[in-house]
């Protein structure tokens, strides 16, 4: 049974190449082309309905690099394996090994291919937890699973993320998504354009607008007066003092 | 070949004619001048009157110390140094008592000892003539060829690989386009690796320009999209070596290859008086800032720039309206302004 593999990459000559290559070591790896997309967010559209089961993504591509794609294909069911290419980027580079990544380096050598393929075939592929350490920086999407597509939602369209018990709410100024990822580490990721109010609750700074007096609560004396969203959230006792200072800075 | 090398030497007069070495010299007297008239006097105010006073002396006698001193500036540089320091100070003594006695003609109470004005005249062009000296010292060939080594461009790891990895998808599938791709490549090397201190002609950069182009159109099919305004360019002006390519190579690491679309970029060369004007436009993409290296590789060109030409070459940037734009404005010149100084070329 061959393979499916798919090529993401934003030069069209260094997916022609892979094709090549793929051709040339069919004796010894079986694949078949999945599909190809010249950057992040075409492959991320066109990746769930190829039944990829491998994904070459070049690391450096426009609108979104290979990493964040991977990030987000793992929350699909069947994720594919990914193996990560790039010319020269050292950090990325230092990053894979440090967390067992498979990468391969341009120009890719045909045996250095099969051997990742080979591979990529029977390992799982990388969790997110790994993924996200390797990542550099901050993702520009959060990305929600439905029905085997994945939707993504712009960071700065981000009004509060809120804990309930399994998930965490994501609030838009149009709607309300679910997202199955803790807290704490979304604080940490975003930590320059969010900021904790309470427990369980994350706000955009740019997002607020104002505060209000919230009497009878003793925990929470204040709200916060967000843009975008009518429903105004507790700031506990313990995070006013950050909060009330961020916004007196602004 | 013209070379910054002959620039350097420590015990050359300078250029008399190079717009920092003027700046420096104005700077200089006027500071000494004024700190003159403050030490001879009991408050500011006394000590700016003071100097406004000896200014109506002080000016008229630079300036013509100043443009004598640039209308022989070639003649002195033939002079062994020590011949051209008496010269220079032979100038300025002259000149100070040609204002000597100017003033004795217009106003005869009001001319000060001519010794005494001889004397300092001499005083502070011996100093400025130290100064010099040290300050090519500071530059010696070493020093500057060191600078220079170090400072020599670089092209990215990024754009070497991913270039060979476009060479090899094209072997097979086109292979005189292939052959073209290497030998592109080949000269960018040569000329990356070549004598960072060599002036080189404008039309040579403007053809390794092309050649730096051609391969990145390759690689980016149609979203590099570079328009070409050079036919005003001054074939003849020299400058130095890998200038303008860094610039392009910035435009398109940071204004085309983070785009989705296609990029536009404009690249102009002009010449505008005695000036060579060079300028690369290209989208200016947010998502750039997440790229590092390009202020570096600014600064890298800035300083250059700054130690072929001193003062007279400009480095800018501007941003505005989705476009980024570097500009180069660099003093039009044919021969390299060294070669009359050390008489070898």
């Known amino acids: 049974m061959s393979l499916r593999v798919f090529i993401a990459d934003d030069e069209e000559p260094a997916r022609s190449r892979l094709r090549e290559l793929l051709g040339d070591i069919a004796g010894e790896v079986a694949t078949t082309v999945a599909g190809e997309a010249g950057h992040g967010l075409e492959a991320l559209e066109r990746i769930p309905a190829s039944g990829a089961q491998v994904l070459l993504a070049d690391i450096d591509m426009p609108g979104m690099g290979g990493l964040e794609?991977?990030?987000?294909?793992?929350?699909?069911?069947?994720?594919?394996?990914?193996?990560?290419?790039?010319?020269?980027?050292?950090?990325?580079?230092?990053?894979?090994?440090?967390?067992?990544?498979?990468?391969?380096?341009?120009?890719?050598?045909?045996?250095?291919?099969?051997?990742?393929?080979?591979?990529?075939?029977?390992?799982?592929?990388?969790?997110?937890?790994?993924?996200?350490?390797?990542?550099?920086?901050?993702?520009?999407?959060?990305?929600?699973?439905?029905?085997?597509?994945?939707?993504?939602?712009?960071?700065?369209?981000?009004?509060?993320?809120?804990?309930?018990?399994?998930?965490?709410?994501?609030?838009?100024?149009?709607?309300?998504?679910?997202?199955?990822?803790?807290?704490?580490?979304?604080?940490?990721?975003?930590?320059?354009?969010?900021?904790?109010?309470?427990?369980?609750?994350?706000?955009?700074?740019?997002a607020i607008r104002g505060f209000e007096r919230n009497p009878g609560d003793e925990e929470a004396q204040w709200l916060v007066v967000l843009d975008g969203v009518a429903e105004k959230l507790p700031v506990s006792r313990r995070q006013w003092p950050v909060v009330r200072e961020l916004v007196s800075d602004k | 070949m013209p070379s910054i090398r002959q620039n350097a030497h420590s015990d050359v007069l300078p250029d008399f004619r190079n717009l920092g070495v003027i700046a420096r010299l104005l700077v200089a007297v006027n500071a000494v001048a004024f700190v003159a008239a403050l030490l001879g006097s009991a408050n500011l105010a006394q000590g700016a009157e003071r100097f406004a006073r000896s200014a109506a002396v002080l000016e008229p006698l630079l300036l013509a110390v100043v443009l004598s001193l640039a209308s022989v500036s070639t003649l002195l540089g033939r002079l062994a140094y020590p011949a051209g320091c008496a010269a220079v100070i032979t100038i300025v003594l002259?000149?100070?008592?040609?204002?000597?006695?100017?003033?004795?003609?217009?106003?005869?109470?009001?001319?000060?000892?001519?010794?005494?004005?001889?004397?300092?005249?001499?005083?502070?062009?011996?100093?400025?003539?130290?100064?010099?000296?040290?300050?090519?010292?500071?530059?010696?060939?070493?020093?500057?060829?060191?600078?220079?080594?170090?400072?020599?461009?670089?092209?990215?790891?990024?754009?070497?690989?991913?270039?060979?990895n476009t060479v090899l998808s094209l072997i097979r599938r086109d292979p005189k386009r292939a052959e073209r791709a290497l030998e592109n490549l080949a000269d960018l090397f040569r000329t990356l690796m070549s004598?960072?201190?060599?002036?080189?002609?404008?039309?040579?950069?403007?053809?390794?320009?092309?050649?730096?182009?051609?391969?990145?159109?390759?690689?980016?099919?149609?979203?590099?999209?570079?328009?070409?305004?050079?036919?005003?360019?001054?074939?003849?002006?020299?400058?130095?070596?890998?200038?303008?390519?860094?610039?392009?190579?910035?435009?398109?690491?940071?204004?085309?290859?983070?785009?989705?679309?296609?990029?536009?970029?404009?690249?102009?060369?002009?010449?505008?008086?005695?000036?060579?004007?060079?300028?690369?436009?290209?989208?200016?993409?947010?998502?750039?800032?997440?790229?590092?290296?390009?202020?570096?590789?600014?600064?890298?060109?800035r300083e250059r720039l700054m130690l072929f030409f001193d003062a007279e070459a400009r480095l800018t940037t501007r941003a505005a309206q989705a476009r980024y734009r570097v500009e180069i404005e660099m003093p039009y010149r044919v021969d390299a302004p060294s070669v009359a100084r050390s008489g070898t070329a």
């Not at chain 1, 341009?106 to 799982?124: G, I, N």
């Open chain 1, 69 to 206: 794609l991977a990030r987000h294909l793992a929350g699909l069911e069947r994720a594919p394996a990914v193996i990560f290419v790039t010319a020269h980027d050292r950090h990325a580079v230092e990053a894979f090994e440090l967390n067992a990544i498979d990468y391969l380096l341009k120009p890719v050598r045909a045996t250095r291919l099969a051997a990742a393929l080979k591979k990529a075939a029977r390992a799982a592929p990388p969790d997110r937890d790994q993924l996200a350490k390797a990542a550099q920086g901050a993702r520009e999407y959060l990305s929600v699973v439905e029905r085997n597509r994945i939707l993504l939602v712009p960071v700065r369209d981000i009004v509060f993320l809120r804990a309930d018990q399994k998930y965490v709410t994501l609030r838009t100024a149009e709607r309300e998504h679910l997202i199955e990822e803790p807290l704490v580490a979304l604080e940490r990721e975003f930590a320059e354009r969010l900021v904790r109010i309470h427990r369980n609750c994350l706000v955009a700074r740019a």
């Open chain 2, 94 to 164: 002259a000149l100070t008592a040609a204002a000597h006695a100017a003033i004795g003609a217009l106003d005869s109470g009001a001319a000060p000892d001519l010794a005494r004005m001889l004397v300092l005249a001499a005083l502070i062009a011996a100093a400025l003539l130290g100064y010099f000296y040290l300050l090519a010292k500071a530059y010696s060939p070493a020093l500057t060829e060191a600078r220079l080594q170090a400072l020599q461009a670089r092209i990215r790891p990024h754009f070497l690989f991913n270039s060979l």
């Open chain 2, 195 to 301: 004598d960072a201190r060599q002036f080189v002609r404008l039309a040579d950069e403007i053809s390794l320009l092309e050649r730096y182009a051609e391969l990145e159109q390759l690689r980016l099919g149609d979203r590099l999209r570079i328009t070409w305004e050079i036919d005003g360019a001054p074939s003849d002006a020299l400058m130095p070596p890998m200038v303008l390519q860094p610039l392009l190579e910035n435009a398109v690491y940071h204004g085309v290859e983070p785009g989705t679309g296609v990029g536009e970029v404009l690249v102009r060369i002009e010449l505008r008086g005695a000036r060579v004007l060079a300028s690369i436009e290209n989208p200016y993409i947010e998502e750039q800032q997440k790229r590092a290296g390009n202020r570096m590789a600014l600064e890298n060109i």
